[in-house]
């Protein structure tokens, strides 16, 4: 039964998936999952909110914009790519900051459906770190293994077929629960900042 649950688990936490007969990376696939998702959930929130749906798209956008010129200039800096959450929830939050400013809108509006939106990015983001073997977790009784088809994508040779515990799917739905709280103080009209506020000081 064990052995049974650990091959379903391999075959999930495949490193690519198969879409339309072509490999594509599980995280990158996840990643832009989470994006998409945004873009529905920040028009939705933006209607509750009565808050420009235009500004809240060219801050959608600036945010992707600026999210790649971090993991360019980080990459320049360092000479390996990486991706840092908190990297990119600053300079997202700076980004909103300045252009509902430039516009002459209210700032914490549209702060809250960023962060809000980030923290969606961040819990499917967290499913594909745990399908590619990225930010694990430590050797435990009970969790998820990796295979060799990860370690061809870089995972460490040493925990192949080590059980190790999975936060990142721990983390994945504390997020979708902190995201759901800001959510709906945000329908419920609660005060503007409180869904910043409600997912930024807990993470």
């Known amino acids: 039964m064990k052995l049974l649950a ?25 990643g ?5 998702l945004t873009i529905p959930q920040s028009g939705i929130l933006a209607r509750s909110t009565s808050v420009s749906i235009e500004v809240v798209l060219l801050i959608l956008f600036a945010c992707l914009a600026a999210s790649f010129c971090v993991v360019m200039l980080t990459k ?3 000479g390996r790519e990486t991706l840092t959450f908190y990297h ?8 909103t900051f300045l252009i509902a400013r430039a516009l002459g809108e209210p700032v914490l509006p549209y702060l809250d459906l960023t962060v809000l939106g980030l923290g969606l990015i961040l819990a499917c983001g967290r499913i594909g ?11 435990s009784a009970w969790g998820i293994q990796y295979s060799h088809l990860h370690v061809d994508e870089g995972f460490p ?15 994945s739905i504390y997020a ?11 329908l419920r009209h609660a005060t503007a900042g409180n869904g910043l506020e409600c997912l930024f000081s807990r993470l």
Do not use: N
Request: aromatic share 8%; net charge positive; glycine share 8%.
């Open 6 to 30: 650990t091959t379903k688990i391999r075959k999930f936490t495949r490193p690519s998936l198969q879409l339309r007969d072509r490999s594509h990376s599980a995280f990158l696939v996840w």
């Open 32 to 36: 832009i999952s989470g994006i998409a």
């Open 76 to 78: 320049t800096l360092t």
């Open 88 to 95: 990119h929830l600053i300079s997202s939050a700076f980004v």
């Open 129 to 139: 770190c745990l399908m590619a073997g990225c930010c694990h977790g430590r050797p």
């Open 157 to 171: 040779p040493y925990l192949c077929g080590v059980t190790l515990l999975p936060v990142q799917f721990f983390e």
């Open 176 to 186: 979708l629960c902190l995201v759901g709280a800001g959510i709906t103080m945000v």
